[in-house]
């Protein structure tokens, strides 16, 4: 199983609309990639860093799981453009991207 991660981080002046995150945004994730093979999907939100007082480094993390890289890219290839067009809808910062193979 793969997780794709996206993340928004931290930034002064940045705007993130959680309300259309959770109830626009991501209810059309799960819609167009559920369909296409997406296993789940998670949401994160930062609270706090490693050390006592200090911010998150991140605003929000975004977690889909899929079975396979190839499945993953095929479900987001579909949908690439309405899902990466829906972004300024939300916030102005760019997310950052990893692709995990999760062991455990």
């Known amino acids: 199983m793969i997780r794709i991660s996206v993340m928004y981080p931290v930034a002064a002046g940045n705007k993130f609309n959680m309300d259309y995150y959770l ?3 991501m209810p059309m994730v799960r819609s167009r990639l559920s369909a296409k093979g997406m296993v789940k999907a998670e949401i994160d939100k930062g609270l706090a860093g ?3 007082g200090s911010p998150a480094p991140f605003a929000v993390i975004g ?3 899929f079975k396979s890289v190839n499945e ?3 479900a987001f290839g579909a949908h690439a453009g309405e899902i990466m067009g829906d972004i300024p809808n939300y916030t102005d910062v ?3 991207v990893q692709i995990s193979e999760i062991l455990e």
């Open 63 to 65: 977690h889909l799981y």
């Open 50 to 52: 490693a050390t006592p």
């Open 72 to 74: 993953f890219q095929a």
């Open 94 to 96: 760019q997310p950052q």
């Open 23 to 25: 109830q626009k945004h």
